[in-house]
């Protein structure tokens, strides 16, 4: 499938390549769609808006499925756990990361900070979905949350600008982070006695600005788009 949108007309619509037909997922002029994700099993799609709802549609039917409206400012990404499209998640502008369980249509975790500044935006689960990490746009910080307990394990600090790419690799606890000041970083997590974690970064640097990051399904590649200085 190849899912396309429109902001302004409030239309998501979804490509059926096999069948060469058009499905309409989304149309509402008062509901402008800000984030989408597809699910693994290719059967659903999750919606987020600028009014902090998520929604939850039918790829075959073309139906909504299912809606929450938890959030109370606007839905900054949306996506499901790996291997478990049970399990949903959205990160918003009013600084909070929700769980959802699509099967009992409730929100099982809701995690935030004490900090006023905040605002999550990417986020990503490891390999596990033990843990979940997301980042801060407008601290450029990066949270680690216990899934299981419902805790902050770790607060990651370093970066200077926005963080646009932020993803678990391979299957270790690791993190690789990245954003436009030419850096990236891995973070390595050592468990130290079964309840606290010793963190290392490394840092690397690349020739020019990093617009975008993209992972490896095998969570073993990673690639940049990079915009040099000359």
């Given at each position: 499938?190849?899912?396309?949108?429109?902001?302004?007309?409030?239309?998501?619509?979804?490509?059926?390549?096999?069948?060469?037909?058009?499905?309409?997922?989304?149309?509402?002029?008062?509901?402008?769609?800000?984030?989408?994700?597809?699910?693994?099993?290719?059967?659903?799609?999750?919606?987020?808006?600028?009014?902090?709802?998520?929604?939850l549609w039918s790829i075959k039917s073309g139906f909504c499925i299912?809606?929450?409206?938890?959030?109370?400012?606007?839905?900054?990404?949306?996506?499901?756990?790996?291997?478990?499209?049970?399990?949903?998640?959205?990160?918003?502008?009013?600084?909070?990361?929700?769980?959802?369980?699509?099967?009992?249509?409730?929100?099982?975790?809701?995690?935030?900070?004490?900090?006023?500044?905040?605002?999550?935006?990417?986020?990503?689960?490891?390999?596990?979905?033990?843990?979940?990490?997301?980042?801060?746009?407008?601290?450029?910080?990066?949270?680690?949350?216990?899934?299981?307990?419902?805790?902050?394990?770790?607060?990651?600090?370093?970066?200077?600008?926005?963080?646009?790419?932020?993803?678990?690799?391979?299957?270790?606890?690791?993190?690789?982070?990245?954003?436009?000041?030419?850096?990236?970083?891995?973070?390595?997590?050592?468990?130290?006695?079964?309840?606290?974690?010793?963190?290392?970064?490394?840092?690397?640097?690349?020739?020019?600005?990093?617009?975008?990051?993209?992972?490896?399904?095998?969570?073993?590649?990673?690639?940049?788009?990079?915009?040099?200085?000359?």
């Amino acid at each position: 499938f190849i899912s396309l949108g429109n902001l302004k007309k409030g239309k998501i619509l979804i490509y059926d390549r096999e069948r060469e037909k058009i499905n309409i997922i989304h149309e509402n002029l008062f509901e402008i769609p800000t984030c989408l994700a597809i699910s693994s099993n290719d059967k659903l799609i999750i919606i987020g808006n600028a009014k902090g709802a998520v929604s939850l549609w039918s790829i075959k039917s073309g139906f909504c499925i299912l809606k929450f409206s938890n959030h109370i400012l606007s839905i900054n990404k949306v996506g499901f756990f790996k291997f478990f499209s049970r399990i949903a998640v959205s990160t918003s502008k009013d600084g909070s990361l929700k769980i959802y369980d699509l099967k009992k249509c409730i929100v099982i975790r809701t995690f935030s900070c004490a900090s006023q500044k905040k605002n999550f935006d990417l986020f990503d689960i490891n390999y596990t979905g033990l843990f979940i990490a997301s980042s801060c746009k407008k601290t450029f910080k990066i949270f680690i949350w216990s899934i299981k307990k419902g805790v902050l394990i770790e607060k990651l600090t370093g970066h200077e600008t926005y963080i646009n790419g932020l993803f678990f690799i391979e299957k270790k606890f690791k993190i690789l982070s990245s954003c436009r000041d030419k850096i990236f970083r891995i973070w390595k997590f050592e468990n130290v006695n079964g309840f606290t974690y010793e963190c290392l970064c490394e840092l690397f640097r690349t020739n020019g600005k990093i617009l975008f990051t993209s992972l490896n399904p095998d969570l073993k590649e990673i690639a940049f788009f990079i915009k040099n200085d000359g």
